[in-house]
């Protein structure tokens, strides 16, 4: 049962590419995931952990060889390269990063956002992107409280006071 | 190159398209009716799930996950909870277990459903679009039989479910399961052989096994490829490892096969629920509870400022009280108070419970769970549908990210669309089974 998480691996940020892909080559045929997390709220060295999460999938029986989960931890500065020429699905998973955590890829230079259009200012998923902003083009240009009396006494930790 | 530009031409499809079930935008580049490049633009129906969830407490983040694939939300809550249960290394009662996988095939019934039905009308064949969302429409009341909701379920807790089955579930199931298996039947008998669906179907949206394991497809999609990969079985979790069932794979990984496959895991997961029901052992649903002490032993600590110690124990309350709720208990009592909310009937007929109650859902009160990491996943209607949650300790989840498992054969679109023609967008879009809540989370 332990095994749908994997063995955890930091690699260095500079030499993700040569990493994963003797990954690729040992047999992982399946990007599953790519994400970031945020440790700014944390106080790690670097701020944003980028986790690939690889499987090792036997085509014939379906069945799971292994998992492996590769960390790399970065700051804003493009170090990452890209991986989309080993598993193409990284293609959109990295786009998805870029627009959420602002994390860029240093192969990919214009890069485009995924979720969100691309006036959009800021990176959401970001921890010091407060969940009440607004955007130039939505909603009230004055960027006040939400008008919800319950969701500005309740909850302080959404408006961030 | 001039040349070909003038050739070419732009079309954009969405993001609001009579005939694509969905909100996204496809820009075709055509060539008379073929396909010379595609470009997907999804996000029209981002709601920032994951940015919510880390301003919620770990409980009240899985009414948001009925949100994510809404037509099998059940899948979502059984998602959700079993990884917060996994980072916080508890394991829920056996009945909670085949409650959950109930509740699942339930919901991998209604998506498999949903899915052909749409595809099929979109092809022409209003009839089995009506056929199975009648069997749907059944399968949604049970829904509302077992959690008072037809799609906004928010079913599970963490610790364990929202109630126990109700005492005619069983009986009620087969009803529902006889219309099913008729519906199922009926749209077979138009479809599987019918000249103008295979036409459409057949040879359109085909896809490699090397190919849909390069760009991460799990699920119907990959096993309609002939890689009989299910989370179910390749990482059993509840209680899937004593069940029997098969995995229904493909051989061509084109559109009628995906079609098929879905087709036989319908029956599949009816004989789940089936065995389930079978087999379900008695006991509780929810965890139980560590420790019981008199409600006035609480009553008095309570007294004396000791407001932490409340959420720590079960409440025995007098008889008084007990005779109360009596009737209505049964039913939904959850028991282990660090953890698993109180039953509604507690909650609004006891202090114990309504103490309990709002010390779990105040914002800095809720469940704490050790810093932490983890990643869980389960079998959803589409593949495999995964949770990676930190916990810094807190009351709530300091990052939930949800792997939305058709967000990976969305980016396969220009390898399933491109050389085809204009009319095959439907069909392959059909079978990819996008679900924008889920997709753009």
Same mark, same amino acid.
Request: charge should be negative; aromatic fraction near 8%; include cysteine.
């Given at each position: ?37 945020? /440790? ?30 590769? /960390? ?90 | ?34 396909? &010379? ?17 880390? *301003?919620?407490?770990?409980?009240? &983040? ?98 364990? &479910? ?31 052989? *019918? ?31 002939? &890689? ?204 990819? *089974? ?8």
């Amino acid at each position: 049962m332990s095994g749908i998480r994997g063995e955890v691996r930091e690699v260095p940020a500079d030499s993700n590419h040569e990493e994963l892909s003797k990954l690729r080559a040992a047999g992982y045929n399946v990007l599953v995931d790519l994400t970031c997390v945020d /440790r700014l709220a944390k106080g790690a060295p670097h701020r944003f952990d980028v986790i690939y999460r690889l499987m090792r999938l036997d085509p014939a029986t379906g069945d799971d060889l292994g998992r492996v989960e590769v /960390r790399c931890a970065v700051d804003e500065a493009p170090v990452l390269r890209s991986v989309k020429d080993v598993w193409p699905a990284a293609d959109w998973l990295e786009r998805e990063v870029w627009d959420m955590f602002g994390v860029k890829f240093a192969d990919r230079p214009g890069i485009k956002r995924l979720l969100m259009y691309e006036e959009f200012q800021g990176h959401a998923l970001r921890k010091d992107y407060p969940i009440a902003k607004r955007q130039p083009l939505i909603g009230p240009k004055s960027g006040d409280k939400a008008d919800s009396p319950s969701f500005n006494i309740l909850k302080p930790t959404v408006t961030g006071e | 190159m001039a040349a070909k530009s003038q050739k070419t031409y732009m079309l954009n499809m969405g993001p609001q398209h009579p005939s694509m079930h969905g909100v996204v935008r496809l820009v075709l580049e055509l060539e008379g009716e073929r396909i &010379v490049d595609v470009d997907a633009e999804i996000g029209y129906l981002h709601r920032a799930f994951e940015k919510h969830a880390e *301003n919620e407490t770990w409980n009240n &983040v899985v009414p948001w996950t009925d949100r994510l694939n809404y037509v099998s939300p059940l899948i979502n809550n059984v998602g959700y909870a079993m990884a917060v249960e996994r980072l916080a290394g508890i394991e829920v009662p056996e009945r909670g277990q085949y409650i959950r996988v109930i509740a699942s095939e339930i919901s991998r019934v209604t998506d498999h459903l949903t899915c052909i039905g749409a595809t099929a009308m979109e092809l022409g064949s209003l009839t089995v679009f009506l056929y199975l969302i009648k069997g749907r429409e059944f399968l949604y009341q049970l829904v509302d039989h077992l959690t008072g909701a037809r799609i906004t379920t928010a079913f599970t807790r963490v610790g364990g &479910v929202k109630g126990d089955l109700p005492p005619d579930f069983a009986e009620k199931f087969r009803a529902v399961a006889k219309e099913v298996r008729l519906a199922v039947a009926e749209s077979d008998k138009l479809l599987t052989r *019918n000249r103008i669906f295979m036409d459409r179907m057949e040879g359109t949206g085909k896809l490699s096994p090397a190919d849909a394991l390069a760009y991460g497809i799990t699920g119907p999609f990959l096993r309609s490829t002939g &890689v009989p990969y299910d989370v179910r079985r390749a990482h059993p979790y509840a209680v899937y490892g004593k069940l029997d069932f098969e995995i229904p794979v493909g051989s061509t990984g084109d559109n009628y096969d995906r079609y098929l496959c879905r087709l036989a895991e319908i029956e599949q997961s009816l004989r789940l629920i089936e065995q389930c029901l079978e087999r379900i052992p008695d006991g509780q649903h929810s965890l139980e509870p560590k420790e019981i002490k008199y409600a006035f032993e609480i009553q008095d600590a309570g007294k004396h400022g000791d407001t932490a110690l409340l959420a720590k124990y079960a409440a025995k309350v007098d008889q008084t009280l007990e005779g109360m709720g009596k009737d209505a208990q049964p039913g939904t009592r959850t028991a282990d108070r660090k953890i698993t909310l109180p039953a509604k009937e507690s909650t609004y007929t006891n202090i114990e419970g309504l103490m309990n109650h709002f010390e779990l859902v105040m914002w800095s009160w809720g469940v704490r769970i050790p810093p932490s990491e983890t990643y869980f996943a389960v079998e959803g209607g589409n593949g495999e549908l995964g949770f990676h949650l930190v916990s810094d300790g807190g009351d709530g989840p300091y990052r939930v990210r949800c792997r939305p498992p058709c967000l990976f054969p969305m980016a396969a679109m220009k390898k399933l669309l491109i050389g085809g023609q204009i009319a095959d967008v439907i069909p392959t879009f059909g079978s990819i *089974n996008m679900i924008a809540g889920e997709l753009d989370r």
